[in-house]
């Protein structure tokens, strides 16, 4: 896993941006944001926090379990690479 030095602007659609953390996972970044996200194991197994990738690169602290479809992302168990473009399911 590559771990960013600096934090990304993540563009949330339908939400105003925030900042990620390059010491949290997106999930973390999000909560920290108050933007209100779905989730429940925070292990990348569950897929809860299923999130749509529009536009930059993440990468995984663990393998993700769960099903996702090749423009999603678990947030739970990503951090930040790029500036990110996402939108959260409502």
Do not use: N, W
């Not at 896993?1 to 390059?22: N, Q, R, Y």
């Not at 996972?25 to 108050?34: F, G, I, K, V």
């Not at 925070?42 to 099903?67: F, H, S």
């Amino acid at each position: 896993m590559k771990k960013p030095d600096t934090a990304f602007h993540i563009e949330v659609i339908d939400v105003k941006g925030t900042l990620s953390d390059p010491d949290k996972t997106l999930l973390e970044s999000l909560e920290a944001a108050d933007v209100q996200i779905h989730y429940h194991c925070r292990e990348g197994y569950c897929g809860a926090c299923r999130t749509k990738l529009i536009a930059g690169e993440v990468d995984y602290t663990t393998d993700p379990l769960a099903y996702i479809d090749d423009d999603e992302i678990l947030p739970c168990c990503c951090i930040a690479l790029t500036d990110l473009k996402i939108k959260v399911p409502l």
